[in-house]
């Protein structure tokens, strides 16, 4: 089997996926393109993925020539050597092109975690029917949407189900970091971009300051970002920062300011309430609107289909907003219950684990031959 998983992401639930399907079928052999994630389940490297993925424009122009190449190299495989699956984990600009070659040779096509066509660009749906042979789905409307435009697809739930725990008691993260008990912990989660750190940090900080003493506040860090450029921002404030115990961070916190995108995802698998924010440069936010169609930009929100926790967007991303509410959820017992409650219905509607086990299962029944 051919896998591509293009980025840091795909990299690990591709690396859940193959685990599983080593332990469905243990003679399967699966080369492609990932990371250490896939290397450690035992997949055999084409290419790293860290040689084409981008996050940003001028990063995907400098890799656009790694991204050619593997391309070019990927359709000579499935020209030359054809294997039995083609098996596609997100990264949709490169995979649909590629699963286009893969079905002129008539090498079936497997998509994991894809594309999120029914937020923007809803045409590419059709090209997926035409492309795509099955789809695993991770997000539980998934599914509607795809069957209606002809797509033979199947929620498996959400693989961050099974990554996103505590491995520490609320007590015992309090004493690790010598937090005071008295006081309520507010978490900050200004996203894995140094771009959205650069953005989101300062009225995050600010609504700590209008927040007050009578709460403490902590930076959880992604490991992605420099803890210099955090500490810059930091020292004129007593918010703490602490890199690489996300989860522990905000399963130990009252709440959570949470920049827009997986975080809020897995914050809302931790259960715990959140103030949404996202802010763009004001024309990438006009491209965005004319572009995607979604009725909120919070997936927790997205989700449950109704407003579960607060959004701030744009203008509203300021230190007084964030703080106002903030402390609606802080100080209305009763906000901050129903909160809860709609966050305990979003993790319910994700599924009760094992999506790449589900997935597996997928991908085994496509091998089988038919009778």
Known sequence: MLLVAGEASGDIHGGDLVTAL???APHAEVFGVGGPALHAAGMRIVVDSATIAGMGLVEARDKLGALIRTYRQLKQILRTEPPDLLILIDFPEFNLRLAKVAKKVGVPVFYYISPQVWAWRKRRVHTIAKRVDRLAAIFPFESAF???HGCSV???GHPLV???HPTRSREDTFQQYGFDPTRKLVALLPGSRSQEVHSLLAPMLGATTV???AYQFVVAAAPTLA????HRHTQATSVRVIQNDTYNLVHAADLALVASGTATLETALLERPMVIVYRLTPFTYFLARLLIDVPFIGMPNLIAEQRVVPELIQGQVTPDRIAEEARRLLTDAQAYSVARA???EVRR???GGGAAARAAALVVEMLTPKD
């Open 22 to 24: 080593k332990h469905q």
């Open 146 to 148: 795809y069957a209606a």
């Open 154 to 156: 199947e929620f498996v």
């Open 162 to 164: 099974d990554r996103v």
């Open 211 to 213: 927040l007050g003493d």
């Open 227 to 230: 803890m210099e450029e955090l």
């Open 342 to 344: 709609g966050l305990r």
């Open 349 to 351: 509607r994700l599924g």
